[in-house]
């Protein structure tokens, strides 16, 4: 018996990096053909300053020079460790400028991650948010008048230290660097083991970001004259940092938060066109709105209108909504979706979602209430995205056709593999990895997936996470995972069952979902989940939740048994900083959970 054939799909290039290009070159383009054009919004004693593109050019400039008076040499590697904020891409496009390598640094990083990645990359300076970090990488980088506190006013002294640095000087430095050579090396986030270091040149930025401006629609729907866009997600992830070098190079200007609490007050203030999030923003989203609906008497009305919403953005797809629908939709517009729209700001008009499958309900409901979104496929290694589901080539459920300049493959496996311009060189210091990966020019990435005649790819799951039960069963848990994740109730689930009769789950419970649920169901206030665990009520709610994702698989592959966890998962622990659950470090710690769902075994 043979196995499924290989299928490929591959889109030609529309630009391709010339040898003397670098990833700094935009904002000075920038700068001389639109010098007034707004570049950054910055949030400044609570309200949002405006810098123009000629203006961010001489900050850019003035810290370049400062670096150089510091003894950075091209090619050196400068850290970056800081929330997002504008002094983040102002110390980027610096380091740049100057001809040296960025090494982000999550700031939820442990010491001992930290200390790895300063080793590991070679690090001779920094820039760091706060005092705070300014410690924690002290204890590796010996040089203190090489780390440059941000909040401490470092920045504004390093680029005093540069005003003798002739302009000529730093514009030749600039140009020492070429689109081959490394413009920054991203540490893996470390879902299993220590992280590696990606090696992104020049050329791999560059092909990502023009190709993905001159895909089709972009220019004309998404980055358009009218477009802002504000990222909160961390600009240590290639996802947030390649957004924003699309923004330069296109003239749309950015706003910054890191103030993830109240990140819906900088959407109602900033009014983005456009934002970027992973799924479990849009699902807290669409929560949110069922929730207020309920409270103030209208659910019946949320529930129609929601109904309408996923049947136009299916309708979308399949030949366009008839008139009814079409009519269904305007009622309910003003009642509900201009509403949500609102909360987003008001000016929204399309959304990406990257880092893990958005749920394809999801994915229609908000199209059909006016906000497209465009979910994406991509890797470190890949510079982001290699798929996109674009405007005019948009089918929810998939993340799109590659990119132009980009080949998708599954081979007879059903693993993913990718080709094009953005795929990185290997791994920093690591040549055993990087031949693990590379192969004959494909990226071999770990994940499992199906490829349409026409190009569009899904994702089904990671082959390293494929569980295969003591009856030789093949389950991909993030099919399960990802429609256990979208009940309102639930936070995460990790799907278990690797050489165990039958699949489980644990699954861990939204804190503020879970004091909603107290008073819905008169428990009592102070009672914790540990204390609820075995409740009849709870354990039902979470039941609807499993019963609702078992729909989605057969009865051999569906969660037979589940276990509450205590407590929610937590950002360096069992997450890591973009949201995705470490698996292994979640087994290890919940080793006796999952032994007690197999009580027989």
């Not at 300014?134 to 980088?141: N, R, S």
């Amino acid at each position: 018996m043979t196995g499924p054939a290989v299928s490929e799909y591959a889109v030609p290039a529309r630009y391709v990096p010339a040898d003397r290009e670098n990833a700094a070159d935009d904002v000075f383009a920038m700068a001389h053909r639109r010098p007034d054009r707004v570049t950054v919004h910055r949030w400044t004693d609570g309200h949002w300053r405006t810098v123009t593109a000629r203006a961010f050019a001489d900050e850019v400039t003035a810290l370049a020079a400062g670096l150089m008076a510091a003894g950075i040499a091209p090619g050196d590697r400068v850290a970056l460790m800081s929330a997002t904020r504008y002094e983040w891409m102002l110390c980027d496009f610096a380091i740049w400028t100057a001809g040296a390598v960025t090494v982000p640094i999550y700031e939820t990083s442990s010491p001992e991650q930290v200390a790895w990645i300063l080793e590991d990359s070679g690090a001779v300076a920094a820039f760091v948010e706060n005092a705070t970090y300014a410690q924690v990488v002290g204890k590796t980088l010996a040089a203190a008048d090489r780390i440059w506190d941000i909040d401490d006013g470092a920045l504004t002294r390093l680029a005093a230290r540069g005003t003798s640095t002739a302009a000529a000087e730093i514009d030749r430095r600039r140009h020492t660097r070429g689109a081959a050579d490394p413009a920054t090396i991203v540490y893996t986030s470390g879902t299993t083991g220590r992280p590696k270091g990606c090696v992104i040149s020049h050329a791999n930025l560059l092909a990502e970001v023009r190709n993905v401006s001159l895909a089709d629609g972009i220019r004309a729907e998404v980055l358009t004259d009218r477009a802002a866009i504000l990222l909160f997600l961390p600009l240590a992830h290639v996802f947030a940092r390649v957004i924003q070098l699309c923004a330069v190079h296109n003239g749309v200007p950015i706003g910054h938060t890191s103030d993830i609490a109240h990140v819906a007050d900088a959407l109602t203030s900033y009014r983005p066109t456009l934002v970027l999030a992973v799924p479990r923003v849009f699902e807290k989203l669409l929560d949110g709105a069922r929730r207020q609906a309920a409270e103030s008497g209208h659910a019946r009305l949320f529930r129609a209108a929601e109904r309408a919403a996923v049947a136009y953005g299916r309708a979308r797809e399949d030949g366009g909504p008839h008139l009814a629908l079409r009519l269904r939709r305007a009622l309910y517009d003003p009642l509900v979706y201009r509403r949500l729209r609102a909360a987003l700001g008001g000016r929204i008009t399309h959304a990406v979602s990257g880092g893990a499958r958005l749920d394809p309900r999801i994915g229609h409901f908000l199209r059909g209430a006016g906000i497209t979104v465009l979910e994406g496929y991509g890797l470190t290694e890949t510079t982001a995205g290699v798929t996109f589901n674009l405007p005019d080539a948009l089918r929810i459920g998939t993340v799109g056709r590659p990119l132009p300049g980009c080949a998708v493959r599954v081979d007879e496996t059903g693993e993913v593999l990718v080709r094009g311009g953005v795929v990185f060189g290997g791994y920093w210091h690591d040549r055993a990895a990087t031949l693990a990966v590379l192969e004959d020019g494909w990226l071999r990435t770990g994940d499992l997936g199906t490829l349409s005649e026409d190009g569009f790819l899904s994702i089904v799951g990671r082959k390293k996470e494929l569980i295969v039960t003591a009856s030789g069963k093949n389950v991909a848990p993030a099919v399960l995972e990802d429609r256990v994740r979208t009940h309102w109730l639930i936070d995460q689930c990790v799907v278990v069952g690797d050489a165990r009769p039958y699949v489980a789950a644990l699954i861990s419970v939204d804190p503020e979902a879970f004091d909603r649920w107290k008073r819905d169901e008169r428990k009592p206030e102070r009672a914790t989940v540990a204390d609820l665990a075995a409740d009849a009520d709870l354990r039902a709610a979470v039941a609807e939740a499993v019963d609702e994702a078992n729909r989605a698989v057969s009865r051999a592959e569906a969660i037979k048994r589940f276990h509450i966890l205590p407590e929610p998962f937590a950002v360096g622990a069992e997450l890591t900083s973009t949201q995705k659950v470490r698996r292994a470090v979640t087994l290890e710690k919940y080793a006796a959970e999952v032994t007690a769902l197999y009580p027989a075994t």
